[in-house]
Structures are given as structure tokens and as C-alpha cells.
């Protein structure tokens, strides 16, 4: 059975991150959605309400788990068998960025990273936007799954 | 069974090349290497030689099949059922071209695009580099897969 | 009275250029679209056809007019009294470019350029790859503008 | 009459982002230069000396206005009648910044963004190259609007 | 004689590091290894512990010298003499950054910067990477120089 | 002896590659100019014009020698014993190539390459630009060495 890990601290789960799960879906029998839990690291919306709309997102989906870690990235893909790393790709600096992040996990663990690259409708979505959105009152629901 | 595409030109086919097709294939039940013809484009090797090294570099490998093509990469993928393209980028310039032409492929044809970052020391390794040196006169063998 | 120059082969004129003149309009009494003629350069359409395409294009909309040149843009602006060249930005390659040709109008000609990003959903859209398309056969009517 | 907004902290304000106002000016009967007021976020310069530094470097420019405002830019581009954003852009890395914020401010509220390309005598300034001077005791005043 | 400065915080100093000094020392009489110290800042490991670090991995080198500085690295550069700074780049994010501070050296001090390229073998190297690993318990040891 | 070798076309020298020249020469003993000359590559300006024109911008300067060569780069750098090649980048795109030929040369041929970061004042010239404007009939002596 193929899996691939989907990791991110999903503060909140964007559409764009839900677009990205869907496309990889074919390719996998399973993709795993791992929220990563730093302690030291401050969050706008708890782990549960993440963990909760993760869930509602992909509730018909049998092949998406949704689950928490607190391990290097790298040691949970392999206590969960995952064979892979997913990630999205938005732009150039995200692009720099996975690429020195995949380097050191293929180079220190033997841990591959397949990319997708966003949609350009989704390109200008992140959770830092809904947050500053949400920040100023504003209403965000068009940047997040539909309940 | 998930087959994907990894299409080119290959005028060489080189190191970098193969590193990606056998990084892929613990993703996929068949790699499909096409080599795009292309009548108005003169190559520096002729399609005999690219087909017979690319099939001499994978000829333990059942999983990988090499094929030539002269429609448009779209169409030649659903003729062969592959699910997706897969490519690889070295640097900023491939990924912002591998973007216009993934984009373009979504949404013309529906076709979703698989990339790898290519391992660090391949990153320099082209087939324009390989003709390069042999124009010279020069060795190029350690860019290409072993006899 | 504001005009500004959007400069090109239009080779043919896209659906992204026609988004461009269109997001330019509010701010400009008037928005030239001039065809560069380069004697040396072929085309896949002949000028008239890209001529007549772009009037038609923006048939309804008297402040746009479609002008032909031969000489370098800078000149070409002044003779027309355009106070700058509007450009679109696709991506980072584009950037690149338009910034060292900017640099120099603005050193050579005292001519400014303003620049608009090209919305997602045309970014993957250009001349060259309606040229592909219409090379292997295919329907390329959705990159251009509705007749 | 035609407006635009430029928006910043302006901590402080430098010769760049006066250059910028500049050059924009030929193209628009008022360029409002907006203070973003942020509560939460510390600045170096208080708000009243950036205020009135802003006002002095363009006392003899009546199409010049300086405001402060504390809401969401794109509400305060409505509120004041400013038809579009001006940004400008040194390099690569402000691209990529500036093309996912004015996607979100094309999508989410209808508000367009011109950009203009930074002279590159100027590509080196920033308003936090002048706050690490004058931490280390240096003089700053070639990057600062003349007194 | 000619001496060339490498400055930098080096929390901790790394084998990517180390190898752009040694591909330095060809070109340079003495290549000078300048610890940044920030009383505002907080790292990771102690001056003492980085400075020691550093002249063991240089120990039978005499043509490196390992110094600590408080003060802009400009003027430290021409406190002891250096002619130019030395920097190493690893990817686009890092040469927009070099190029910015560069010029500002250049225009403001007239110092000049010298750059060489990380080796793709150490591409995704960094002090960044080092403390992330150490902070989960694992081993970094194969980043760092040999003892 | 340190020697350097700066190659290209040079089609014609620029003001851009002039300043190069001389930034390295406070590092190098000798900088050595070297012409390629490639009999496939038509040129504008004949090698005999761009052999005197270079010639002439460094009259005065015993330390820098112009040659011309037809073998591989790195061939020519081992037989003139030059240490290093000395690369000028203007930008990403420049970079991203600069970089990727500098790893084949380190890797193949144990070559070294030493970067300056263009004066952000030449960053639009180029030998191209040069070429468009004379081919137009303009004045380029702004962007050439002066007689």
C-alpha cells in the first residue's frame, strides 16, 4: 500500500492544502494529513479546532487519515510507513525552500519528496492570509473548506 | 496500475535523466520514457542511438518502458493511459517553466504533473552540456548512465 | 490626455494580453497597442491578421487604438506622445527581463514603465504556446480573445 | 480625478520610497502616501516623526497627501477613493511578495496594483538597512529624503 | 598581503562553512573568520564553544585567523585590513540577499564583495538545519567539521 | 603569480564587463581577458574590432592581457595557468546559469569560479543591448569603454 505524508502546522487548513491532498489522491492509496505539534510554537487556532476541520474536510474520504505528531518530520514518515513527502509549491521562494528541506531529508533520513505545484487560483492562499484576515474582522470563509 | 510519463527529447539522455526515472518507480507500477520526436528539430544523435542507450540503461528494469512519440506530450499520455507527467527541475528556471507548461496542461487537458527536484550532483548535468564537451573532443562519459 | 504603450509582436494577441489593456483602461485616457514590425523576424501571422484580430478584439472600446511600428519602442513612444510602456509580468523570468529593458529606457530614454502581474489564471497563457498548439492541430481558441 | 495609494510602515520613510512617489506622480492627480498604524507591531521611529519626515519631503508637491490609517489596506484604499495600490519592487524576493498580495487584493476586494521597478541605485535601501546604521552609531542621511 | 574577511554568526560554524574558506585560501594570503557578536541577539551556542570550534577545525591552518567582532562588519573589515568580504551563496534567496548588502558595502564603504557558490553537496546546509536536528535529539555530526 | 581569467564573446566589450575588469584587478595579479572565438558562431563586431577595442580600454594597465582562444573554457584557464574564472552576475537568470556552469567546471575539471555582483548602474547593459540600439541606428557610447 502506498502512503504519502501531507505535513504542515495547517494553522488553519486552507483550501488551497485541501486542493493539493485531492490532486495527490489518485497517485496514493492513502494520504496521510500530519499536524505537527511544537510545543515552543504558538498557534493562532488550537489543535483541536485544526484537527476537527481536517477532519469535516476529507469526512467522505476513507483514503485521507488526519493525524498528530511531534517527532522530526522525517522519523514519523517512517513510523507510519509513509514512502514519501508531499509538498506544494506556490512560487520561487517556496520552491528554494523545499528544495534545501528535501535535500537534507533525502541526504540524512533517505526520505523522498514528490511536489505538486499549486493551482495559480490558489497561489496567493495561505494560512499566514486568513489569519491576518481573521485578524481584522474580515471574513475568510472563501479561503477555507467548505463546511 | 499508475503509469507515468517522463518525456523529452533526450539528445542525450544523461545521469541526471536516469536518477529521476529510478527515483520514481517505487511511486509507480510502469515508467513510460518518451522520447518526443520532433521532425523539425535536428538532434545531435539520431533516435536509433537515443532509443537503443535509453533501453540499454534500464534493461533490468521490466517496469521502465521507452516509447517514441510525435503528437503533442498531452495527447500521448491518455493514448498510453499514463495518469500524470512526471519532470524534473534543477533550478529556478526549469521549476518557472515547468509551471507555465503544467499549468497549461491542467487546464487544456487535464493532465497533473508529478515533479522531483533533481539530486544536488546531477544539478549541472544537461544534454547540452554533454554536447558541448563532445564538440570539444572531450570526455563525457560520467555524465552518461554506464555501459 | 494620459496615454500609455503596450509594445509587442502579439504574435497572436492572447487572452492575457487583452486582460492586461483591460486592467490598464481605468487608469489611462488611452491605451495604444502597437505592433512591432521587425523585417527580420517571421511571424506565424501575418501583420494584417494581428492587426485586424486586435481591432476586433477591442472594437467597442474606443480608447483603445492598435497602431504598427518599425522603429526601436522608445522612439516609438515619444512619436506618439505615450508617457510610458505598460508591461505585464507573468513570472519571475518575465521580471528579469522587463526589469534590465525598463533599467534601460529609463537610462537611455527617459522613459518609465509600469507594470501589471498577469491574474493566475493567465499566466500559463502565451504566443508561443497558441503557436504549439495550433502546430499539432489542436483548439486554441480559449487563449484568445472571443470574436 | 485619479488616486493611488501607497502603503507602508515607513519606519522610516527613504529616499527610495521618495523616488518611488516621484516617479508615480506624472501618472495620477494624487499619490496618498498611507502610514499603516499597527498597534501590535513596534517601530523604531515613533508615528509623529515619521508623519511629519514624509510631510517635509514633499511640502512643495501639493498632489501629495500623507495619512495614517489603522484598518485593513484595501479598506483603506476604498474609504479614501484610491482606485489602485503602488508598489514598488527591487528584486526577486519583493516580486514574489508583491504578486501574492495584490492577487489576494485583485480577488478578494476588487483592488488592482501598479507596480513600478525600483531605480537600481536605489535597490540596495530599505528602511531596515537605515535602523542597523544608526543602531551601530552610523550616519544614514544619503539614504533619507534631503532636509 | 592580501587578507579576505568571512564573517558571520556560525551558530554553529558548518561543514558548508568550512569548505567555502578552504576554496577561498587559494586566492587569499589570509582568510579571516569573523564571529559577529550581538549582545541583542541569542544563539544557540556560546561565543566560547564557537570560536574554539572554529580554530580547531582551522588548527593546522596558519593562514586562517578566527576574531570577534561587535561592530559593523564594514568597519571591522578595514580595521584589520581585509580587502573584501567573503561570501558564500547557496541559492536565489541567499544572491538577492548577498547583492543587496553587497551594494550597500560597496555605495556606503566602498568595500568590496567576493562570492563563490556552495558546493550542491552543501547546498542544504546551514546552522538553521544544525539546530533544528539538535533541538530533536538527533545526530548532526555529519554537518559539522570532524573533530 | 595570481591570475584570473574572464571569458566571453565580448560582442562588443560594455562599460558592464569594463567595470569587472577592474574591481578584480586589486585582487589578482594579472586578469586575463580571453576571447572566445567560435568559427559555428556568427559574431556582429569582427574578433580583430573586439581584440583592439579591448585592447584600447586597458592601455594603461600592464596587468590585464587580452587573448583570444578557440578551445574549451577551462582548457584555455589550465594553459595560460590561470587559477580561477571571474564571472559577473546581473541577476537571477544570470545567476542561476553562472552557477550550474561553475559546478560542471569544478567537477569535471577541478576549475574554480569567482563571482562580482554587477554595479546595480550596469545591471541593464549588455552586449545584446548594444547590438539592438546600433541595429536601430542609436547612439550605444554610453554602454562602451570610452576612446
Redesign the interface.
Given at each position: 500500500m502506498?502512503k504519502i505524508l501531507f505535513a504542515g502546522t495547517f494553522d488553519p487548513f486552507t483550501v488551497g492544502h485541501q486542493a493539493i491532498v485531492k490532486?495527490a489522491l489518485?497517485?496514493f492509496d492513502e494520504v496521510i494529513i500530519g499536524i505537527g505539534q511544537n510545543m515552543q510554537k504558538k498557534t493562532f487556532f488550537s489543535l483541536e479546532k485544526r484537527l476537527s476541520d481536517i477532519q469535516n474536510a476529507f469526512e467522505n474520504e476513507p483514503r485521507v487519515r488526519v493525524l498528530v505528531y511531534e517527532?522530526?518530520t522525517a522519523?514519523f514518515a517512517k513510523e507510519i510507513g509513509a514512502?514519501?513527502l508531499l509538498r506544494s509549491?506556490?512560487?520561487?521562494?517556496d520552491?528554494?525552500y523545499?528544495?534545501?528541506?528535501?535535500?537534507?531529508n533525502?541526504?540524512?533520513f533517505g526520505l523522498?519528496?514528490?511536489?505538486?505545484?499549486a493551482?495559480?487560483?490558489y497561489?496567493?492562499v495561505?494560512s499566514s492570509?486568513v489569519r491576518e484576515?481573521l485578524a481584522?474582522g474580515?471574513d475568510a470563509s472563501?479561503l477555507l473548506p467548505e463546511k
Open positions: 502506498k490532486r489518485p497517485f517527532s522530526l522519523d514512502e514519501a509549491v506556490r512560487n520561487i521562494a520552491f528554494e523545499e528544495r534545501s528541506v528535501a535535500d537534507a533525502r541526504r540524512l523522498e519528496t514528490l511536489l505538486l505545484i493551482e495559480p487560483e497561489a496567493h495561505s492570509l484576515l481584522y474580515k472563501k
